[in-house]
Nanobody, 128 residues
Framework: QVQLVESGGGSVQSGGSLRLSCTASRATSDNRCVAWFRQAPGNEREAVATIYAVTDKTYYADSVKGRFTISQDNGKNTVYLAINNLKPEDSAMYYC?????????????????????WGQGTQVTVSS
């Protein structure tokens, strides 16, 4: 089993920045993909970014490109999500998830079913 712990959420004003962290209890062959999902009340959970630990290949949802940056520190088993220029519509519970690689061309697709391990979430609230 792998445990994921998120941190770094908070309440910020529009235009502000946050850096979310997701730390895994250990690195295994079935948690080489790490994704950040978010879910606002009344909305479906959506993937915002993924990263493949072996190659650093990343994916971003169109809605966050240019503002969100996913990165990793393998030595710390930690993946980060830096969020700049926060908007009220970014307010949501942010979840970290980990799973095994899919294809070489698309190792970490943004689909919930691909991710076996999930954290408890960290809340991000953006006020205008």
């Amino acid at each position: 089993q792998v445990q994921l712990v998120e941190s770094g959420g908070g309440s910020v004003q529009s235009g502000g920045s946050l850096r979310l962290s997701c730390t895994a209890s250990r690195a295994t062959s079935d948690n080489r993909c790490v994704a950040w999902f978010r879910q606002a009340p009344g909305n479906e959970r959506e993937a915002v970014a993924t990263i493949y630990a072996v190659t650093d290949k990343t994916y971003y949802a169109d809605s966050v490109k240019g503002r969100f940056t996913i990165s990793q520190d393998n030595g710390k088993n930690t993946v980060y999500l830096a969020i700049n220029n926060l908007k009220p519509e970014d307010s949501a519970m942010y979840y970290c998830a980990a799973g095994s690689r899919d294809t070489l061309n698309n190792p970490c697709p943004p689909f919930q079913r691909r991710y076996k391990y999930w954290g408890q979430g960290t809340q991000v609230t953006v006020s205008s």
